[in-house]
């Protein structure tokens, strides 16, 4: 058989359907066979003829591109003959170089979710795709009729939106943007005119942060950790970070010195750091940092917050002038300035006003994200919406039809720092789905189009003869090289007078979710249970309060208060914060969706309303507060341990090693991992990555409430000196060499391997939990219950459920424990290569999914009888210390002390 040419195309819109059943009966036969793309239906193979990439069952990797609020984050996608299996970050894209974030690994549920939209439906009734395409031209062919859609940072979907409105004059087009990048800020008075900040850390030795939050969730997060990490393990001695915020954030976390600051105030910090520049006087913790941007001139920056006014803007930027600043000014990805683009701010008013009659919605949902307002004015407005699944807006319309995922779809992006990339399909469409790039030729009157073709007529038109060299290599590398970035020069106007904001007693901060963003992620199972990084809290959201302000107010942890601002009231759960700011209530958006499936509807409150000014009121009433850590002080042990610049070793502890147990002896590898509390900056990366290599179940909020979550690693939060904040300590299996666990299992299901590793019998445990009770770390878990089964029964969705799965890993039942095995699969997978080849195991070759996830490179993992080896050299470090070492376990899993100012260890 002649071999495969290019990345053919398995999701063409040419009107014929692949349902959800066909496509399953591919997976199982084994059909489908990828080798550099997406295969075309007429170039599906058989499986006695796979080539030799498939023959074995090996999986193969593809680079495409995951939107995140509109932008790119360029990944490797494991496909498992026709199935995507596990994300990883692609090393060769700026946006992402090798990391990965817990939104991008958690794709893979929202590809498979059973609740998204199967097929269109007008009225509550099916229709097909061609009477979709009548409605959408008769649609355009009248007067008053709009455009709404998220950030478009694809160039190809820019320049359908181009095309259709220049064919249909009277046509409008809204982006609306929600959880915005950090470091986007304004660069004039519209509010189209912003501008992307860019810092070059690796020229950075100091940094002040006026409320940003770089390292914080949203699609610039993995490169911001991944340069900061590296900025802080290459000049630890002199890289220093101010951290000055209302209310702590992960940034704020990993910041040398953190001073609470209430939002009204942030300005005035700003106007103290300029006369501190300039040789005033100013408060100490603003002396100290602009001490360190003068001793750093030139390699200094300051980085502000989205919503300071533009005088401070315009403040913040003469001083990034004066310090001759590392950092780029850019145009968004999201804006194209050669198309008459609208902020979605202006289309409330111009629904009112009868001007917009018509509204299609593209990948967006305004009835939660622009919330009543949006609702009231829309009543009377014909909605025809697309996107995933049923949603607030999508049950208002009068025609609502379903989208590809993204892992369906032929397309190209744009990540925050303007790099380009292709997005290609990793599998044929699971339902009656069509491509955002189809819908907008049905637009323009057009049927039956082919996405790939779309995107290919974009860059041919750039590259011209070179076109099949530049694809090829564009579709195998990820990123398209040249792709222009345009420079912004911001011009700030003093700012209009506005309409009182609210008088309330309390500043409200609401922040970007860790877990859902702004709410487009509360369908996701893997997320609603992921824990937020300093509150421990999943399934829900919280009020934050500063410990004075509880006190003053009677609050105690876990109580119900009633929050309230512009005419709305919303009830939350209150946790206390250490590091807050006094007079500030901190909430997470992205909550309180009315229709988010099975899984995200009716799970906590939407904050958004409130506006920046509430009053809080204690209710006397408990609420749910479910945590997976309750307890964050260390009480006296030495459990996150501190190191400080000028004495950087850890204080040693004698313990003694004897043992009643025989010592283990090893041929190489024997395995060991090395986690740097340091950099890590607890954004859970690492637990969803592990969560999708593992096949780890969710259990839900009840569950989780009675301490039965069943994540493999875990990151903890302790409080800091002073009150500071918290830091962060992953804590996966230990692996010890004098394992508790081993000798309490009456039939030995816990047991030592010749590499070094404490492994689970999963076929021989009968649940007697006795390992569990022996393991002074907590880190095993027991299936109470047939989560993974019954999860997929109770969803309807049970074979798409077990079509995402890793292959390599077992499914474990009821009744069984299980825990962290340092991915013994992919262990075995390079022992296996390895042998075949007739060669030892290179160091670094067998990858962790927790370390390759890691946006901080926190987690180093190898084998620790080569002195050599990079896991050896962390051991050797003299910040390396074990968790409760003076019980005499000896874990293989260790950690590096974090670095501290010298009076805070």
């Known amino acids: 058989m002649p071999p495969l040419e290019g990345p053919p195309d398995l999701c063409a819109d040419d009107g014929t359907a692949v349902d959800r059943r066909g496509a399953l009966k591919l997976f199982a036969a084994g059909a489908a066979a990828l080798a550099s793309g997406c295969r075309r239906q007429e170039e599906m193979l058989p499986y006695r003829d796979m080539p030799e990439y498939g023959a074995s069952g090996d999986a193969v990797m593809f680079a495409t591109a995951l939107p995140l609020a509109g932008a790119a984050r360029g990944v490797l996608v494991e496909s498992h003959q026709g199935r995507p299996t596990k994300v990883h970050g692609n090393p060769d894209h700026p946006a992402s170089r090798g990391g990965t974030d817990a939104f991008a690994e958690a794709e893979l549920l929202a590809l498979f979710d059973p609740s998204r939209t199967t097929s269109p439906v007008a009225g509550g009734t099916p229709v097909t795709w061609s ?28 320049r359908q939106v181009g095309a259709l409105m220049d064919e249909t004059p009277g046509l409008r087009w809204f982006t609306h943007r929600g959880a915005a990048p950090a470091l986007e800020v304004p660069a004039g008075p519209g509010p189209l005119d912003r501008m992307q900040l860019w810092p070059d850390w690796a020229s950075l ?51 040398d010195r953190r001073t609470p600051v209430a939002p009204a105030d942030l300005s005035g910090a700003a106007r103290d750091l300029r006369d501190a520049l300039e040789g005033g006087d100013a408060p100490a913790p603003i002396a100290e940092a602009a001490r360190a941007l003068t001793a750093a001139e030139g390699r200094a920056c300051v980085l502000p917050g989205p919503d300071l006014p533009p005088e401070t803007l315009a403040l913040i930027e003469e001083i990034n002038r004066r310090l001759a600043a590392p950092m780029s000014r850019r145009l968004p990805f999201w804006r194209w300035p050669a198309l008459t683009q609208e902020d979605a701010s202006t289309l409330i008013p111009a629904l009112r006003s009868g001007e917009v009659r018509r509204l299609i919605v593209l990948g967006a949902n305004p009835a939660y994200d622009m919330g009543p307002a949006f609702e009231d004015a829309a009543a009377d407005v014909e909605l025809i919406h697309f996107g995933l699944r049923e ?169 119900t208060v009633a929050l309230s601002g512009r005419g709305q009231t919303v009830w939350l759960p209150a946790t206390i914060l250490p590091g807050q700011a006094d007079g500030v209530v901190g909430t997470t958006l992205g909550y309180g969706r009315r229709l988010a499936g099975p899984i995200g509807s009716g799970v906590g409150a939407d904050t958004a309303p409130l506006g920046p000014r509430i009053d809080v009121r204690p209710t006397g009433k408990s609420g749910l507060l479910v945590r997976t850590q309750r307890e964050f002080g260390q009480h006296g042990r030495e459990i996150l341990r501190s190191v400080t610049h000028a004495e950087p070793e850890v204080h040693k502890a004698h313990h003694t090693t004897e043992s009643f147990y025989a010592a283990w002896e ?21 637990m969803i990555a592990c969560q999708s290599e593992n096949n780890i179940p969710v259990v839900g909020a009840d569950e989780v409430a009675r301490g039965r979550h069943m994540h493999w690693i875990r990151i903890d939060a302790y409080d800091l000196p002073e009150g500071t904040g918290r830091g962060f300590q992953p804590v996966p299996c230990m692996h010890c060499e004098k394992a508790p666990c081993e000798p309490a299992c009456p039939v030995a299901a816990s047991v030592h391997d010749e590499q070094g590793l404490n492994a689970q019998v999963y076929n021989r445990c009968v649940g007697t939990r006795f390992c569990q009770a022996n393991c002074p770390y907590q880190v095993r878990r027991f299936n109470f219950f047939d989560y993974a089964d019954s999860q997929a029964h109770a969803n309807l969705g049970a074979d798409l459920l077990q079509a995402m799965r890793n292959p390599d890993v077992s499914v474990r039942g009821r009744g069984v424990m299980e825990k962290c095995t340092y991915c013994v699969q992919r262990i075995e997978a390079a022992n296996h290569a390895a042998s075949r080849e007739d060669r030892p ?52 899993t260790t950690y590096l002390a974090r670095v501290t100012p010298e009076e805070e260890a």
Request: aromatic share 6%; glycine share 8%; hydrophobic share 40%.
């Open 666 to 686: 090893y041929d190489s590898p024997s395995w060991g991992m090395v986690i740097d509390t340091d950099v890590c900056s607890g954004c859970n990366a690492c």
């Open 841 to 892: 195991i290179a160091d670094g070759e067998v990858v962790t999914a927790c370390q390759s996830a890691c946006p901080a490179e926190a987690i180093t993992f190898g084998d620790i009888t080569d002195p050599e080896s990079a896991v050896s050299r962390a051991k050797d470090s003299p910040r390396h210390y074990a968790l409760l070492e003076h019980l005499g376990t000896r874990p293989r």
């Open 205 to 255: 030795d100091a940094v002040v942060t006026l409320g940003a939050d770089p390292l914080g969730p949203g699609p610039a997060q993995v490169a911001m950790t991944k340069g900061w990490s590296e900025a802080r393990r290459a000049r630890r001695d002199t890289f220093r970070l101010f951290a000055f915020e209302p209310v702590p954030t992960l940034t704020g976390t990993k910041a």
């Open 391 to 559: 949603d607030e807006t999508a049950s208002r319309a009068a025609l609502h039809a379903p989208l590809h995922h993204p892992l369906e779809d032929w397309s190209d992006l744009r990540s925050v720092d303007g790099t380009a990339s292709l997005v290609q399909p990793l599998i044929a469409p699971l339902h009656e789905t069509r491509s955002a790039h189809a819908v907008l030729e049905m637009l323009r009157g057009r049927t039956g189009t082919d996405p790939r073709a779309l995107v290919q007529e974009t860059w041919g038109a750039r590259w011209g003869t070179d076109f099949d060299d530049l694809w090829d290599g564009a579709l195998r590398a990820g990123v398209i090289d040249d792709f222009p970035v345009e420079d912004v020069s911001p011009a700030y106007e003093p700012a209009p007078d506005e309409a009182p904001q609210g008088t309330g007693a309390f500043a409200h901060v609401a922040q970007i979710s860790h877990a859902v963003l702004t709410g487009e992620y509360a369908p996701n199972g893997w997320l609603q249970e992921c824990p937020a990084p300093l509150t421990k809290q999943v399934w829900g959201n919280a009020a934050s309060l500063s410990r004075a302000d509880a006190g003053r107010l009677g609050i105690e942890e876990g109580d």
């Open 131 to 158: 009477a979709v395409a009548e409605r959408l031209r008769a649609a355009v062919a009248e007067n008053g009729t709009a455009l709404l859609t998220g950030p478009v940072g694809s160039p190809t979907l820019a």
